[in-house]
C-alpha cells in the first residue's frame, strides 16, 4: 500500500502499512489577502506555521491572528474540523498538531481529518516521531514543500484501534515523566541564567573584590591615575595609525551616576579606547571564497566570537586599510538587527579580518583594560542595559558609533579589573560547565522521545492482543469512509 512498498519498521504482523492519503481527508489553506483589513479580525480561528514555533501542547485553539467570514471565503483557506491533525509542510516542515476546535490554517500547512478508526493523537505522535520521513517527501528550490499530493503518500504503519489506543496512552505517560524532569532542566538552565547575570553586576560593581580591595587599598594606583596616563596614550595611539585629525574625546556628566568605591572612576566608552567605528556598506561585491574573515552580527550572538561558518572576502588594495581591520583585544558589539548589543572579545590574533557595516568595532587604549570592558558591556544590570535602552528608544533597533562612545563605565584600578576579572572568570567557568551538564541531558531526553517514538511505531511499546479487532476489518471500515458507494 506504501510507495515503492516502503518499509519504515518492522511491525507486527497485526498491523498493516498504509498511507495519510488513504486514512484521511486532507486540507490545504490559504492566505486571505493582506490589503483588506476587513479579510482579518472576525472570529475565525486561522493557524500559520509561525503560530506552532514556540507551541509545545498537543491541541491548539487558535493562533495569533483570526481572520473573517470575507476572508475566508475570498481565499482558499478552509474550515477543518476539530481533530485534525495539523502538521507544517513548509517554512519549516514537521510542526504538528491536533485542532481543537473547527480552524482554517494558511498554506504552509497541511491537515488531516482522520477516518474514525484511526485515534488523531497516534498520528499525532507518529509525524512527530518522523520529521525526517516528511522533508524526504519534500521539494522545491527556494525552500523545501510537502504538497499535498506527496503528503497523502506518506507512509504510516496502523495497529488495531484498542492497540492504538494503548501506544497513545503508554506515550503520554513515558512523555509525562520525561517533560517534568525536562521541566527541571530548563528551570535549572533559568536559573544558572541568573546566577550569571548576579555574577556580572557583583563584579564590575565592586562587589566580589570588597574586601581584597580593602586590604590592598593603599598599593592600588586610583583609577583616576590610570585614566590620566590612557587619555595621554589615546593621542599616540590615534597618531599612531594615521587616524586622520585627532578628536578629543567626549565629555561625561556624572551628577546622576552612582557613588563608586574608593579608587575607582567614571568614565565613557570613547575615553579609555582611540577607535571606535563599524564596517563599510557594499561589502558583498567582495565576497569570496578565500581571503579574509569578514565578522557579520551572526558571529558575536552568543557574546562570543564563533567563526565557524564564516564569511569572506577578497578586498582590493587600500579598500580599508586598518580603519576596520580586527586585532586581538578589540572588542566587537552588534549594532543593528535581531542581535543589537551582542558583544565579544577578540581574544587571539587573528588572521586578516573586518567587520560588518551591522558591527561596531572598538579599540581600548590598554589592552589590560578590554577583559573588563567587555564584562561592563554584557552585564544586563549595566553597560547592556544602556545599550538596549538606546537601541530600542526610538523604535528600532539599531546603535549609533555616539551610542557607544557616550556609554558610562566605572573604571576600577588595573590590579584590580585583573582580579574582578580572575574571579568573574572562575565562577562563570563553573556555571558554564553545569549547564554543559545541562544541555547534555536535554540531549539525551530528546533521543529518549525519540526512541520511544520508534518503539512504538514498531509495535514494541505496548503487548499485542489477540481479542483486538483484526486490521483486515478495520481497513475495510477505512475503505467504505473514503468511498461510500462501495
Same mark, same amino acid.
Given at each position: 500500500?506504501?510507495?515503492?512498498?516502503?518499509?519504515?519498521?518492522?511491525?507486527?504482523?497485526?498491523?498493516?502499512?498504509?498511507?495519510?492519503?488513504?486514512?484521511?481527508?486532507?486540507?490545504?489553506?490559504?492566505?486571505?489577502?493582506?490589503?483588506?483589513?476587513?479579510?482579518?479580525?472576525?472570529?475565525?480561528?486561522?493557524?500559520?506555521p509561525?503560530?506552532?514555533?514556540?507551541?509545545?501542547?498537543?491541541?491548539?485553539?487558535?493562533?495569533q491572528?483570526?481572520?473573517?467570514?470575507k476572508?475566508?471565503?475570498?481565499?482558499?483557506a478552509?474550515?477543518?474540523?476539530?481533530?485534525?491533525?495539523?502538521?507544517? #509542510?513548509?517554512?519549516?516542515?514537521?510542526?504538528?498538531?491536533?485542532?481543537?476546535?473547527?480552524v482554517?490554517?494558511?498554506?504552509?500547512?497541511?491537515?488531516?481529518?482522520?477516518f474514525?478508526?484511526?485515534?488523531?493523537?497516534?498520528?499525532?505522535?507518529?509525524?512527530? !516521531?518522523?520529521? #525526517?520521513?516528511?522533508?524526504?517527501?519534500?521539494?522545491?528550490?527556494?525552500?523545501?514543500?510537502?504538497?499535498? #499530493?506527496?503528503?497523502?503518500?506518506?507512509?504510516? @504503519?496502523?495497529?488495531?484501534?484498542?492497540?492504538?489506543?494503548?501506544?497513545?496512552?503508554?506515550?503520554?505517560?513515558?512523555?509525562?515523566?520525561?517533560?517534568?524532569?525536562?521541566?527541571?532542566?530548563?528551570?535549572?538552565?533559568?536559573?544558572?541564567?541568573?546566577?550569571?547575570?548576579?555574577?556580572?553586576?557583583?563584579?564590575?560593581?565592586?562587589?566580589?573584590?570588597?574586601?581584597?580591595?580593602?586590604?590592598?587599598?593603599?598599593?592600588?594606583?586610583?583609577?583616576?591615575?590610570?585614566?590620566?596616563?590612557?587619555?595621554?596614550?589615546?593621542?599616540?595611539?590615534?597618531?599612531?595609525?594615521l587616524?586622520?585629525?585627532?578628536?578629543?574625546?567626549? #565629555? $561625561?556628566?556624572?551628577?546622576n551616576?552612582?557613588?563608586? @568605591?574608593?579608587?575607582?572612576?567614571?568614565?565613557?566608552?570613547?575615553?579609555?579606547?582611540?577607535?571606535?567605528?563599524?564596517?563599510?556598506?557594499?561589502?558583498?561585491?567582495?565576497?569570496?571564497?578565500?581571503?579574509?574573515?569578514?565578522?557579520?552580527?551572526?558571529?558575536?550572538?552568543?557574546?562570543?566570537?564563533?567563526?565557524?561558518n564564516?564569511?569572506?572576502?577578497?578586498? @582590493?588594495?587600500?579598500?580599508? !586599510?586598518?580603519?576596520?581591520r580586527?586585532?586581538?583585544?578589540?572588542?566587537?558589539?552588534?549594532?543593528?538587527?535581531?542581535?543589537?548589543?551582542?558583544?565579544?572579545?577578540?581574544?587571539?590574533?587573528?588572521?586578516?579580518?573586518?567587520?560588518?557595516?551591522?558591527?561596531?568595532?572598538?579599540?581600548?587604549?590598554?589592552?589590560?583594560?578590554s577583559?573588563?570592558?567587555?564584562?561592563?558591556?554584557?552585564?544586563?544590570?549595566? !553597560?547592556?542595559?544602556?545599550?538596549?535602552?538606546n537601541?530600542?528608544?526610538?523604535?528600532?533597533?539599531?546603535?549609533?558609533?555616539?551610542?557607544?562612545?557616550?556609554?558610562?563605565?566605572?573604571?576600577?584600578?588595573?590590579?584590580e579589573?585583573?582580579?574582578?576579572?580572575?574571579?568573574?572568570?572562575?565562577?562563570l567557568?563553573?556555571?558554564?560547565?553545569?549547564e554543559?551538564e545541562?544541555?547534555?541531558?536535554?540531549i539525551?531526553?530528546m533521543?529518549?522521545?525519540q526512541?520511544?517514538?520508534?518503539?512504538?511505531?514498531?509495535?514494541? $511499546?505496548?503487548?499485542?492482543?489477540?481479542?483486538?479487532?483484526?486490521?483486515?476489518?478495520?481497513?475495510g471500515?477505512?475503505?467504505?469512509?473514503?468511498? @461510500?458507494?462501495?
Amino acid at each position: 500500500m506504501t510507495e515503492n512498498n516502503e518499509k519504515l519498521y518492522n511491525i507486527p504482523e497485526t498491523w498493516k502499512w498504509s498511507t495519510l492519503g488513504e486514512i484521511s481527508t486532507i486540507y490545504s489553506g490559504g492566505t486571505p489577502s493582506t490589503k483588506d483589513e476587513t479579510n482579518f479580525g472576525g472570529d475565525i480561528p486561522w493557524i500559520t506555521p509561525a503560530d506552532l514555533s514556540d507551541h509545545t501542547h498537543v491541541y491548539v485553539r487558535h493562533g495569533q491572528r483570526n481572520i473573517s467570514e470575507k476572508g475566508l471565503h475570498s481565499s482558499s483557506a478552509v474550515m477543518i474540523p476539530a481533530g485534525s491533525v495539523l502538521l507544517s #509542510s513548509r517554512a519549516p516542515i514537521g510542526y504538528v498538531t491536533i485542532a481543537a476546535n473547527d480552524v482554517t490554517t494558511n498554506q504552509g500547512m497541511k491537515s488531516f481529518h482522520l477516518f474514525d478508526e484511526i485515534i488523531n493523537e497516534y498520528v499525532y505522535y507518529y509525524l512527530k !516521531g518522523n520529521k #525526517s520521513l516528511l522533508e524526504s517527501y519534500a521539494s522545491g528550490t527556494t525552500f523545501l514543500e510537502v504538497s499535498k #499530493s506527496r503528503v497523502s503518500r506518506v507512509p504510516i @504503519p496502523i495497529p488495531p484501534r484498542p492497540e492504538q489506543k494503548r501506544i497513545v496512552e503508554k506515550i503520554e505517560e513515558l512523555f509525562t515523566q520525561l517533560d517534568a524532569g525536562v521541566a527541571e532542566l530548563q528551570k535549572a538552565k533559568a536559573q544558572l541564567k541568573r546566577y550569571r547575570q548576579a555574577v556580572l553586576k557583583a563584579a564590575v560593581e565592586g562587589e566580589l573584590t570588597r574586601e581584597w580591595r580593602a586590604a590592598n587599598q593603599s598599593e592600588l594606583e586610583p583609577a583616576s591615575d590610570l585614566l590620566e596616563r590612557i587619555l595621554a596614550e589615546r593621542r599616540a595611539k590615534w597618531e599612531e595609525e594615521l587616524l586622520g585629525n585627532y578628536r578629543e574625546p567626549l #565629555s $561625561l556628566d556624572i551628577k546622576n551616576l552612582p557613588v563608586l @568605591p574608593d579608587g575607582w572612576v567614571w568614565v565613557n566608552l570613547d575615553m579609555v579606547t582611540y577607535h571606535i567605528t563599524s564596517g563599510s556598506r557594499g561589502w558583498a561585491k567582495y565576497y569570496s571564497n578565500d581571503g579574509a574573515i569578514f565578522i557579520r552580527a551572526q558571529d558575536i550572538n552568543t557574546d562570543n566570537l564563533v567563526l565557524e561558518n564564516i564569511a569572506k572576502v577578497s578586498l @582590493p588594495k587600500n579598500v580599508e !586599510g586598518k580603519r576596520t581591520r580586527v586585532f586581538k583585544d578589540n572588542l566587537l558589539i552588534t549594532i543593528t538587527g535581531a542581535n543589537v548589543t551582542k558583544t565579544a572579545l577578540v581574544r587571539q590574533q587573528l588572521d586578516e579580518a573586518y567587520v560588518s557595516q551591522h558591527v561596531g568595532l572598538v579599540r581600548p587604549v590598554d589592552n589590560r583594560t578590554s577583559e573588563f570592558l567587555y564584562h561592563w558591556i554584557v552585564s544586563p544590570a549595566n !553597560g547592556r542595559r544602556v545599550l538596549e535602552k538606546n537601541a530600542y528608544g526610538a523604535g528600532k533597533p539599531g546603535l549609533n558609533l555616539t551610542n557607544l562612545r557616550e556609554l558610562p563605565i566605572a573604571l576600577p584600578p588595573i590590579e584590580e579589573q585583573e582580579r574582578i576579572v580572575q574571579i568573574a572568570k572562575r565562577r562563570l567557568s563553573v556555571a558554564d560547565e553545569i549547564e554543559r551538564e545541562i544541555d547534555q541531558a536535554l540531549i539525551r531526553s530528546m533521543k529518549l522521545q525519540q526512541s520511544i517514538l520508534k518503539h512504538a511505531f514498531e509495535g514494541n $511499546l505496548v503487548k499485542q492482543r489477540s481479542d483486538d479487532e483484526p486490521i483486515t476489518e478495520l481497513s475495510g471500515i477505512i475503505t467504505k469512509q473514503k468511498h @461510500p458507494a462501495l
